[in-house]
């Protein structure tokens, strides 16, 4: 019997595939990432399943589309009973261990993993529960302006010489774990790294933004675009106040952006590098991913959750010595609820899970002969007040807008989704196709309920924990009081 894989998992956060060295883009240095790709597979058209932090890790996690797991918004409780990839490796025998950021939200912060090394910074979603506006999505209200973005922009710069960086942590726990406790183990690790950046703030350090500034283009936005702009999505420019943003702004966020990706390709390197020292790379599958990317000024947006593929496409890499093709591309569409099934079989290990992802490692294999090809994301979060939903099948993409009109896209012809076809008559089967695909086991207005029942469930709690103060509240065993909260 084989012994089974180690397997190391990197994740960047807020990381579009368009910003990378080995995805098209010269204008940011990613040589590490790019060497990666060059050893590995590297997958063009991997999505997230919902583009937003914690909902997005929660569907990746557990492996199952955000309508079928509660994954809404940033505060949506994330059930224990969930099984988890951690879980289904651990019970194979693999010791799992979470470095660095997860967003869980709830009591459970270990989901299947065995120990966490250096965990979430100081959480402040804890606190969202008690405020209607910056905690739980309301979507009674009409989109507004209440999550306010525009300071990111003007604060943008170097971040101050004596401020720690999460990221530096997480990087040097990595480089230990794998320097100090790999060598002559026996027991087969399945390791997340899991970074923060390149995540607004944008404070890169004083270095890096000065490579970058002067040096970036604008983001490509046809004229007479923005006038034009899907009614949902110009919600969300309003959200985040991000319209009118001068480009002066806009260059200078664009820079810090690319300088931060610069920073976290650096420590991709550092990791990569220990991997190499421990003498394990060889039985060792490293892939590299994140949870969502981001609009970085494009269609005039900025930040995530947004459908376009700058806010929703993510970078994938795979290096699997001895089992993959060096240097490889795929172009069949895969996303993160892929990776659950794929890690399970990539370590021979019994996964009998309710899940919506499919094993992709016959792709990696290259003996693939009925794979999917198609990716669901969905979200349900701020800024809008009805849920959106998007296919990407083969070469099209559709948009699935409640109470607006679709957008559809040909991602070969048009991969900037500026040329919506959904009313051209020569594009009506194509549309009626992907719709049927779209909404197989999804019943929008049976999910829209459940989405608001669970966001009045969590502001009916919040509001009751502001009421009853609840940090003073006791619980008595035999007559004698525990505090609940220290």
């Known amino acids: 019997m084989s012994t089974p894989p180690n397997i190391l ?41 919902t583009p937003l932090c914690a909902p997005s890790r929660k569907s990746m996690l557990c492996g199952r589309l955000a309508c079928n797991c509660e994954a809404y918004d940033n505060t949506t409780f994330f059930d224990a009973r969930l099984p988890t990839i951690a879980h289904v490796l651990g019970a194979a025998g693999y010791e799992t261990i979470l470095n660095g ?16 090394d250096f965990a979430d910074k100081p959480d402040p979603w804890k606190q969202k529960l008690s405020n209607p506006v910056r905690g739980a999505v309301d979507w009674r209200r009409e989109p507004q302006k209440t999550f306010p973005l525009r300071e990111k922009f003007e604060t943008c710069g170097p971040r101050k010489p004596d401020k720690k960086e999460a990221d530096a942590g997480i990087c040097r726990e990595t480089v230990r774990f794998l320097t100090e406790e790999c060598e002559d183990r026996e027991r087969p690790f399945f390791y997340v790294s899991s970074m923060h950046r390149p995540h607004y703030a944008f404070t890169p350090s004083q270095e890096k933004l000065e490579k970058y500034l002067g040096k970036v283009s604008p983001p490509n936005v046809p004229e007479g675009h923005l006038a034009a702009l899907h009614p949902v999505n110009q919600a969300l420019r309003r959200h985040y106040d991000v319209i009118d943003l001068p480009e002066e702004l806009t260059l200078r966020a664009r820079a810090a952006y690319f300088a931060l990706i610069d920073e976290m390709d650096e420590r991709v390197g550092l990791i990569l590098a220990a991997l190499e ?110 849920p959106v939903r998007m296919l990407r099948w083969g070469k099209y993409k ?89």
């Open 398 to 486: 559709l948009n699935w807008l409640v109470g607006y009109e679709p957008e559809l896209f040909d991602m070969e012809a048009d991969p900037g989704e500026f040329e919506n076809l959904a009313a051209r008559p020569e594009h009506k089967e194509t549309l009626e196709r992907l719709k049927q695909k779209l909404f197989e086991g999804w019943d929008p207005a049976e999910t829209e309920a459940r989405v608001r029942r669970n966001q009045q469930d969590r502001l009916l709690i919040g509001a009751a924990r502001r009421a009853l103060n609840q940090r003073n509240l006791t619980y008595r065993i035999n007559g004698d009081p525990l505090p609940l909260h220290q």
């Open 9 to 49: 998992l990197i994740m960047a956060d807020e990381h579009a595939a368009q910003f990378t060295g080995n995805y098209g883009c010269s204008e940011i240095d990613t040589p590490n990432l790019d060497r990666l790709a060059e050893q590995g597979v590297a997958f063009d058209n991997a999505y997230c399943n």
């Open 101 to 116: 950021k997860m967003h869980f939200v709830g009591p459970d912060l270990m989901h299947g993993f065995e120990r966490r």
């Open 277 to 386: 020292q421990s003498g394990r790379a060889q039985d060792t599958i490293v892939l590299f991913t994140a949870d969502h990317g981001d609009m970085a000024g494009e269609h005039g947006m900025w930040f995530k959750c947004v459908l376009y593929d700058q806010s929703s496409r993510v970078p994938f890499i795979v290096r699997w010595p001895g089992v993959v093709q060096p240097g490889t591309r795929k172009k069949e569409v895969i996303s993160l609820v892929d990776l659950m099934p794929t890690l399970a079989e990539m370590a021979g290990a019994p996964c009998d899970c309710v899940m919506d992802g499919q094993s992709f490692v016959p792709l990696l294999r290259g003996s693939a002969t009925d794979w999917k090809n198609s990716a669901i994301c969905e979200f349900y979060g701020e800024g809008l007040n009805h």
